[in-house]
């Protein structure tokens, strides 16, 4: 069993103290245990207890209510693990829960693969959706587009451009290499784990996929409708979300699309814009002036997604 390695934990919190407590337990139970653990609470009305802290000494909560959201969360999180000489960072969403074996798998790949000719910068596990028993790919960029990716014969790890962020093994010698500028606070809550996963692969570093290593995490609230004759299960977000995916995908496929394939990646991010927009018209739930928010939301998102300068920061447009 590994213990050379100091390893924290990380969770980003958001107005639901008991699936956090639940994420905490998980985590708790570890056969390879974490020696500290992160909450960043972006909560307003429902932050997590803090008497949690008397309980379990392990335990440092920073509570942002202004909401800083997934990447900049991520920041402060890797800010305080260097600052604290930790080898490694383990990052969850709140409505994720590890196996108990899952950080001891992790941590024997990162041994058994991490060489200084072929060097790991995130170990994560298989994600699965308790909601729709399927697995939650990572992303390969494939010319124009994220893809997500499972290896057809994933009895051994395999590499992947871009783990979720959610039970992402974090080796914090890679990510002091590129913190300077990555992860990208202003990308908010969507796409920080693809930008995340390519900045390490730009500089070298390889990711892996644990087969035998499991997470459970709750994806969204999924909804099955039928179009043009065929099922298609789509995701109810809030217009701020919908504004965040637009821009943020868009962005993100255009500043690492290629040549002619930039041309592509425009025409998709297109054709998913007024798909989306239709998706939200016929079958959102909500009022048709908030259907009209949504979209207007998706407009808005990807415009800006287009406009954005493709080699610089948010922080510096």
């Not at 990162?110 to 994560?124: C, E, S, T």
């Not at 992860?183 to 995340?196: H, K, M, T």
Request: charged residues 20%.
């Amino acid at each position: 069993m590994p213990s050379c390695h100091r390893t924290a934990a990380y969770i980003t919190a958001y107005e639901d103290p008991q699936a956090v407590q639940t994420c905490l337990d998980g985590i708790n139970r570890q056969s390879q245990p974490v020696e500290a653990i992160i909450i960043v609470d972006n909560s307003i009305q429902f932050p997590f207890n803090p008497s949690a802290l008397s309980q379990n000494p392990k335990l440092t909560v920073k509570s942002c209510p202004e909401n800083v959201g997934v990447a900049k969360g991520l920041r402060i999180a890797l800010a305080w693990a260097f600052e604290q000489g930790y080898d490694f960072l383990w990052t969850f969403d709140q409505d994720s829960v590890p196996a108990s074996d899952c950080l001891e798998k992790l941590l024997n790949t990162y041994n058994r693969f991490h060489k200084p000719d072929y060097p790991l910068g995130i170990v994560a596990p298989t994600v699965w959706d308790i909601q729709t028993a399927t697995i939650i790919t990572a992303a390969n960029f494939h010319n124009d587009q994220f893809l997500g990716y499972v290896c057809p014969e994933a009895k051994s790890p395999y590499e992947c451009d871009a783990p979720i962020t959610s039970g992402s093994l974090i080796s914090l010698s890679a990510a002091t290499r590129v913190f300077s500028h990555s992860p990208i606070a202003e990308l908010f809550i969507d796409g920080v784990d693809l930008e995340y996963g390519m900045s390490l692969r730009a500089q070298g570093y390889h990711h892996l996929i644990v087969p035998d290593a499991l997470l459970y995490h709750r994806f969204g609230s999924p909804k099955t409708v039928t179009v043009w004759g065929k099922h298609k299960q789509i995701y109810q977000y809030s217009a701020l979300r919908h504004y965040y995916l637009c821009r943020n995908y868009t962005y993100l496929t255009m500043r690492y699309a290629q040549g002619k394939f930039r041309l592509y990646a425009l025409r998709r991010r297109l054709t998913y814009l007024i798909k989306t927009s239709l998706l939200i018209w016929l079958f959102d739930p909500s009022t048709k002036a908030e259907k009209f928010r949504k979209m207007w939301a998706c407009w808005r998102g990807t415009g800006e997604g287009f406009c954005l300068k493709r080699q610089l920061p948010y922080s510096q447009l």
